[in-house]
C-alpha cells in the first residue's frame, strides 16, 4: 500500500471547480468536477467535502495531504497551504500531460490564455482582455441564443457554412447573431460562424504569444473535437488535447502540493 | 482674481495622502498671498520658463477615476483616462490646482491631449506649445527652440515682466540639483534588497508634481535621500532579498500606483525603476547650466526626453535596456492606459528588444478603474512567479 504525501489542487474556474489529486509518486488518482456556481466560498467547501469523502477510503486515507488554491476563485479556499495562479498551475499540470516544451492554450469560461513553455516551465503567457470574446463563456452565450446544447452547436457547426461574425464583444455578436436568425440564415451556418469567431480570436492570441508548435489545448473546450479541429487548421499545426486537460490546472497545482513541506 | 470662498475640495480629498491633502490647502493660501500659479501637464514643458517668471509650476495629470463619468459627458469615452481625468477635473472645477492656474501649458503630444486642448482652453486660459514628431531634423529642434520662446513672451505679457537670462540660469541649475536628488533617490534602489518600495518611489514622484517650492522639495527629497540611505546601511530595507526586481516602463503611472505598483509589490515583487514620464525617463536628462545661450539649452534638454510621441523613438529602447542593466532586474512590466496609442503601438518594438536582452518582458494594459482588478493581478502574480 502506497504512503507518503499526496498532492491535491483545487482549480476554482469562473464556471467550474476542478478537483485532481496525485499521489507520492506524482501520479493522478482521482480528479473532481462540479460547477462553481454563484459562490467560489460555497464550491471551496463542496470541493473538500468531496476531498473527504475520498479520505474513506484506506488507500488515500494513509496519505497526508497538501492543498494548492488556483483559479479565479484561490484566494476563497481558506484550507489551502499555498495560491499559486492558474497560468503556473496550468503549465506545470500541461507539461506532465504533454511534455516540457510547445504552447499551451486554455480556452476557460472568463479568461483565454496562451502558455509558452519551456523546459517545464512558463517563460511567455498572454491572456484575452476584459471582454469576453474567445472564450468559454462566449460559445456558451451563443449556444443558448441558438437553442442549442454546447455538443449540439459543434454538431450543427460541422454542417455549416461560414458565416461572418464580426463583433468582437460578446453583448454586440449576440445581437449580430439575432439579426442573423431574423434574416432566416441557416442554424448551422449561425454555428459554424461563432465557433470560427471563437477559433479566430484564439488563434490571433497565439500570433500576439508568439506562439509555436507543438500546441496543447487545456480547459473546458478539450472534449470539442470540432473546436480542436479548426484550432488545428487555423494555426497550421495539429492541436493536442486529452480528456485529462480539463484538469491541467488542478494537476498542476496537486504537483505544486506535492512539493509543499 | 477668482476668490477662494466658492472652492469645494473634490471628494476624493480624504483619500489622498497626506503631502497632496496639504497641497491643496497650501495652494489656497499660496494665491490670497498673491503666488503666481502655472499648471503644466507633460514633462515636455519648460519647467524653468516657469519658474523665472516667478511663478510655481504645478501638475495636472488627472489621476482619479472619480471625474471620468463627468468628462465622458464632451469626450468620448474610448480616450485615455489621464486625459478625461485631466479635462474632468477642469470641467466639474474639483481640482483646486486647475482652478487656481493663472494660465495651464500644455504641448502638442498625442492626439487625445492635443484635441482636448481646445476644449480645456473654453474653461481656462490654455497656452498650447507646439511639440514636434521627431528631433532628429535641425528644423525640429529649431521649432521647438521658437517655442520656447513664445512661452517665455506669453508668460511675460501674461504677468507684465521680465525674464532674465539670470533667471533662466538659475532655475535650470535649481532644476539640475532636483534631478541629481531625485536621480541619488532611484540610486538607493540599485542594491539587493533595495532601500525602499516601489509604491514609495512612486508616490514620492508623483507627490512632487505637487510643490510649489522647488528650492524646498529639493531639500525635502535630499534630506528623504540620506534617511533611507542610512536605514539600508543598516540593513533596515523594508524589502525581501528574495522579491524580484521589477523595471515598469510605458505611461504615466501617477494614476495606478497602487493598481498596478501595490499588485507587484503584494506579489512577490519590487519595483526598482520607474521608467515613465515622472520616473528616470525624464529626470535623467540636464540642462547645460553653463551654455552661452541658456534658453535654448533649456530647450534641448526637453527635446531629449523619450516618450512615445516621438518618431523614431529609438533612444526609449536603448535607455530602458540600460536601466534594466544597472538596477539588475528581473522582470519588465509595460504598463500600458486604455486608449494611448503610441505607447501600446510602440510596446511590440519594446517588447523586442527587452526579450531579445534575455529580460522577460509583459505588458498590461489598464485604466483608473477598478473593474479589471482581479485579472490584473492574475496576470501581475503569474508574471512574478515566471521569474
Known sequence: MPSGRLGIGVDIGSTATKVAMVDAAGELVRTELMPTGFSSVDAAERARAAMEACKGERYLSTLDPRVVATGYGRVAVPYADKVVTEITCHGRGAARLFGPGGTVIDVGGQDTKVIRLRGGRVFKFVMNDKCAAGTGRFLEVMADRLGVSHDELAALARAGEPTQISSMCTVFAESEVISLVGRGEPRENIARGVIESVVGRVAALVGSAGGMAPYYLTGGLCDNEYVVERLGEKLGAPVTTCPEARYAGALGAALMALELG | ?387
Open chain 2, 1 to 387: 482674481m477668482p476668490t477662494t470662498a466658492a472652492i469645494e475640495l473634490p471628494r476624493t480629498f480624504e483619500e489622498f495622502n497626506e503631502q497632496r491633502r496639504q497641497s491643496f490647502l497650501k495652494v489656497k493660501d499660496f494665491k490670497q498671498a498673491g503666488g503666481r500659479l502655472v499648471g503644466y501637464l507633460c514633462s515636455y514643458t519648460p519647467l524653468e520658463v516657469i519658474d523665472a517668471a516667478g511663478a510655481s509650476g504645478v501638475g495636472l495629470c488627472g489621476t482619479s477615476d472619480e471625474v471620468i463619468s463627468a468628462a465622458e459627458e464632451v469626450l468620448p469615452a474610448n480616450l485615455c483616462p489621464l486625459i478625461k481625468s485631466t479635462y474632468g477635473f477642469a470641467y466639474s472645477q474639483k481640482c483646486p490646482f486647475t482652478h487656481f492656474s493663472d494660465l495651464i501649458v500644455g504641448e502638442t503630444t498625442c492626439d487625445g491631449k492635443k484635441k482636448m486642448y481646445e476644449l480645456l482652453n473654453e474653461l481656462k486660459p490654455t497656452y498650447v506649445l507646439h511639440l514636434p514628431q521627431g528631433r532628429s531634423r535641425e528644423h525640429e529642434r529649431e521649432g521647438w527652440y521658437q517655442e520656447v520662446v513664445g512661452l517665455k513672451r506669453a508668460l511675460e505679457q501674461l504677468y507684465g515682466i521680465q525674464i532674465t537670462d539670470d533667471a533662466l540660469r538659475e532655475a535650470a541649475r535649481l532644476r539640475n540639483r532636483l534631478r541629481r536628488a531625485i536621480l541619488a533617490l532611484y540610486d538607493l534602489q540599485r542594491s539587493v534588497p533595495p532601500a525602499m518600495s516601489g509604491v514609495e518611489l512612486m508616490s514620492t514622484m508623483f507627490a512632487g508634481t505637487f510643490n510649489f517650492d522647488v528650492r524646498a522639495y529639493v531639500e525635502s527629497l535630499e534630506r528623504l535621500c540620506e534617511q533611507r540611505r542610512a536605514e539600508a546601511q543598516a540593513g533596515g530595507s523594508p524589502i525581501s532579498a528574495g522579491a524580484k526586481r521589477i523595471l515598469i516602463t510605458g505611461c504615466p503611472v501617477g494614476g495606478v500606483i497602487n493598481k498596478v505598483g501595490a499588485t507587484i509589490e503584494r506579489n512577490g515583487g519590487v519595483v526598482v525603476c520607474e521608467d515613465d514620464c515622472s520616473g528616470e525617463r525624464t529626470n535623467r536628462f540636464m540642462v547645460d547650466e553653463d551654455a552661452p545661450d541658456i534658453l535654448r539649452a533649456i530647450a534641448e534638454r526637453y527635446l531629449k526626453i523619450n516618450c512615445s510621441v516621438m518618431t523614431p523613438n529609438d533612444d526609449r529602447f536603448a535607455a530602458t535596456l540600460e536601466m534594466a542593466g544597472k538596477y539588475q532586474v528581473d522582470g519588465v512590466i509595460e504598463c500600458v492606459l486604455t486608449a494611448c496609442h503610441t505607447f501600446n503601438v510602440e510596446s511590440a518594438r519594446m517588447e523586442r528588444a527587452v526579450e531579445g536582452a534575455g529580460i522577460p518582458y509583459m505588458k498590461v494594459e489598464t485604466d483608473y478603474s477598478a473593474g479589471d482588478m482581479g485579472q490584473l493581478e492574475t496576470r501581475i502574480a503569474a508574471f512574478i512567479e515566471t521569474l
